[in-house]
């Protein structure tokens, strides 16, 4: 019995109560809430149900909590249900009942934890976005790892997923770039405000090297060729890293397209005749403080060039002429106003804002020795995504990037994630797995199967708590679902591996010597056998490996 089939048991059992004794079951909550006590002693699960809603159905919680408790009582896979405080309802399973988990996990395989709650949606998530003027900093490479968690986790649960990379191929920071190339391969200084480090000497002396000529180019000439040029070798390098990472994209959308495509130009129109846009100091202003936003913002300067925004308005509709129905930005630490100003606009062109969410980012930090990393080799002042992985390996850093909220700056300790022992949270889950491989090798040295088990056997308290965590894992990925939170998914495994290891130090799986299998072998192999699948089933969401051997 699962958290969720206990808690539709609860709901039934309650609208039952309730109706026996003349009391509208109307007041009770679609889903009844079901808990792990923090005290195990209390029991395996509890729910204030009868609290919830014992007086909007004309009786004392803690009488209603007595009735549940002994309807419940007397029903199959119910051990005990016991009323505690005001009319807090402790439950105990029969471990029949509780076995019944595994044998969920085993006939449902990589499929455990999956639903069909998003089945018809179709999501646009774009993430890392990172502009092709250098190489993917920190905090592109937190939302590489976080973004492509996310994605895994609305697809497992039915959603139709687009993984889309927004190529900032347009504005001024592409012209900084280009100079900054063409300064590089003429051994000038860097320009005011433009691009240093190691790549930008790499990506010019590879230009020349393809065009020997490039430097005696006219000006205008020269500078479109290291700009094109040097675009397009960076974003091969932006994607050649993302993929060493784990991370590919279904659509690469190039800003550049809505300009040359005229979409840009026909939102503005659209926007000026809805009467959106006005006026002000030479400028067109979108009214966006009208639809929640803090101010109005700049649409068209008042030199005629359109400010980033229009270019964000345009994209916003192209996602939506997609047939999107949900559109997630995944942006950095200084992006706060984007919020608003994206709901804003699609409220201007009569959408609902509820189509766009924007998750922000916070900041990464690189900590050895209790010292601050600051220098890249080759990008001069950022750390990118390819000196992390350098420094900690790949899913190190998927797993240190996606197990804090995003909403909280991180530090990643070097030596921490380099470490092999339980200090390292990936260490620890992984090698859980890698254990858990291990035995299922050796159960087939010694002929010991984990077919028909009998999990009335699995009674002890270690068991019940594997069992108990293994039976969270679907609820927990619904919740980093339906919150946008993968870290909730990376703290469950390691809840899982703490579970794992303390029942393995406290419960014989394997005979030993000359014992024959026994049922109750079996029953523990199976067990097993669940809780490594459901390691794996979580690591594949965060993109992290499961190994079989460490």
Request: aromatic share 8%.
């Amino acid at each position: 019995m699962t958290p969720a089939d206990l808690a539709d048991l609860l709901r039934a059992t309650a609208a039952k109560v309730l109706v026996e004794r003349g009391l509208d079951p109307a007041v009770l909550p679609d889903a009844v809430s079901v808990e792990r006590p923090r005290n195990p002693e209390h029991g395996d699960y509890a729910t204030n149900v009868a609290m919830q809603v014992g007086k909007r159905a004309g009786t004392n919680p803690r009488e209603l909590a007595a009735w549940l408790a002994t309807a419940l009582a007397a029903t199959d896979g119910i051990d005990s249900a016991d009323v505690a405080g005001p009319g807090f309802l402790n439950i105990r399973l029969a471990a029949s009942a509780q076995g019944a988990i595994v044998a969920q996990v085993l006939a449902a395989g990589q499929g455990y934890g999956t639903s069909e709650a998003l089945t018809g949606t179709r999501i646009n998530l774009e993430f890392v976005s990172a502009n092709p003027t250098g190489p993917v900093h920190l905090g592109g490479t937190r939302w590489a790892s976080v973004g492509d968690a996310l994605g895994r986790i609305l697809a497992a649960q039915g959603a139709d997923v687009t993984r889309e990379y927004y190529f900032n191929d347009h504005g001024a920071q592409i012209d900084r770039f280009a100079k900054s190339l063409v300064a590089a391969a003429s051994g000038a200084p860097t320009p005011e405000n433009g691009y240093a480090g190691a790549y930008i000497t790499e990506i010019a002396d590879k230009i020349v090297a393809g065009r020997p000529d490039a430097l005696t180019l006219p000006e205008a000439e020269r500078l479109e060729l290291f700009r094109a040029e040097g675009v397009e070798l960076m974003f091969a390098q932006i994607r050649a890293s993302l993929h060493e990472f784990g991370t590919d994209f279904d659509v690469y959308f190039n800003e550049s397209s809505l300009f040359e495509s005229g979409a840009v130009e026909q939102a503005v129109t659209t926007l000026k005749d809805s009467g959106d846009l006005y006026q002000k100091d030479g400028a067109w202003w979108i009214a966006s403080s009208e639809y929640g936003d803090d101010q109005d913002r700049v649409v068209i300067k008042s030199d005629g060039n359109a400010a980033y925004i229009a270019g964000d308005i345009a994209y916003f509709q192209n996602k939506r002429a997609r047939g999107f129905d949900l559109c997630i930005y995944m942006l950095g630490a200084d992006h706060h106003g984007y919020i608003g100003r994206l709901k804003a606009a699609a409220a201007a062109f009569g959408d609902d804002p509820a189509t766009v969410e924007v998750l922000i980012g916070q900041m990464v930090n690189l900590v050895k020795d209790g010292v601050a990393v600051k220098m890249s080799k080759r990008a001069g002042t950022v750390v990118t995504l390819d000196d992390l992985v350098e420094a900690i390996g790949v899913d190190a850093a998927r797993y240190a990037l996606v197990r804090s909220s995003v909403n909280s700056s991180i530090d990643i300790d070097l030596n921490q994630w380099t470490s092999e022992n339980n200090e390292n949270p990936v260490y620890y889950v992984q090698y859980a797995h890698a254990r858990l491989s291990s035995l299922a090798r050796n159960a087939v040295d010694l002929g010991v199967s984990a077919a028909n088990p009998d999990f009335g056997l699995l009674a002890t308290e270690h068991e019940g708590e594997l069992i108990r965590t293994i039976g969270e894992y679907p609820r927990v990925v619904a919740s980093a679902a339906s919150l946008r939170e993968p870290h909730r998914v990376a703290r469950y495994l390691e809840e899982l591996a703490g579970a794992y290891h303390r029942f393995y130090g406290a419960c014989q799986v394997l005979p030993k010597g000359d014992e024959e299998p026994t049922p109750l072998h079996t029953a523990r192999l199976a067990l097993c056998e669940a809780s490594r699948q459901v390691l794996a089933n979580g690591l594949g969401l965060l993109g992290v490996n499961a190994p079989e051997r460490m």
